[in-house]
């Protein structure tokens, strides 16, 4: 039997396949993040599990070589995540390469992602899209990312703990200002939310910080000429404060906060 990996509702419990529906009714073993949480999606739906057992970052490297001998005896085997589809940063990567090492196929059951909601309800959806997993802890590397997404024109898409979400926002107003985001919060669920703006509009919004689940839609960067007006303008401006006796980079971000210019494009302008 295939190792089944299923997706399951990023929120809203009614949204789950009738596919997955019958491979959870039907698998011999349901493995899944937290017990409790897809129990509540059985209930939902009425589901009593043959079995259900425990199956996260911390003990996958355990129920790796078991799992697998259950799936050449030919069980059929479900594995979930606690919302949208198993391994998109969330765990089993090391159950599937195990299992197609072993000759065992793998088939998804594809459904909802909050990764593919939060682009298309953020507006910013274009041809294409990259996905950034969750954003950098530390201000050293939000600062590198935002430096290599300045020239990126696709819109990128991360996850973010509520509790950071601030720090990130006014991390990336403060190297694009302009940048367009959206900030969506318990996406499907009651008190779904959706806030869009600049990057420096929502710093200043949510800088008090938010509740629930947040996934960002960070929009493409804006194609300026280094050369044009506006940015030959701003270059004077660091220029001119550097001169006064202003530390260079001090000057760039103030120029930057203030103009909308990217901050590392006024950087590589003005060594």
Known sequence: MPLAVCATPIGNLDDVTLRVLHELREADLVLCEDTRHTRRLLDRHAIRARALRSHHRHN?????????????????????????????NDPGARLVSAALEAGVPVTVLPGPSAVEAALVVSGLAGDGY????????????????????????????????????????????????????????????????????????????????????????????????????????????????????????????VVARLTGAPRNTLYRSTL
């Open 60 to 88: 996958e490297a355990g129920r790796v070589g078991e799992v697998v001998a259950r799936l050449l005896a030919g069980e059929q085997v479900a594995l979930v995540s606690d919302a949208g589809i198993p391994l998109v």
């Open 130 to 253: 990259r996905f950034l997993g969750w954003l950098p802890r530390k201000q050293g590397e939000r600062d590198a990312l935002w430096d290599e997404l300045s020239t990126v024109a696709t819109p990128c898409v991360a996850f973010e703990s509520p509790q950071r979400l601030a720090a990130s926002l006014a991390s990336l107003a403060a190297a694009d200002p302009a940048r367009p985001v959206a900030v969506c919060r318990e996406l499907t669920k009651v008190h779904e939310e959706v806030v869009r703006g600049t990057a420096a509009e929502l710093a200043a919004r949510l800088g008090a910080g938010v509740r629930g689940e947040v996934t960002v839609v960070i929009g493409g960067a804006t194609a300026r000429g280094e050369g044009d007006e506006a940015t030959a303008t701003a270059v004077a401006a660091v220029a001119e404060l550097v001169g006064a006796g202003a530390a260079h980079r001090t000057a760039v971000d």
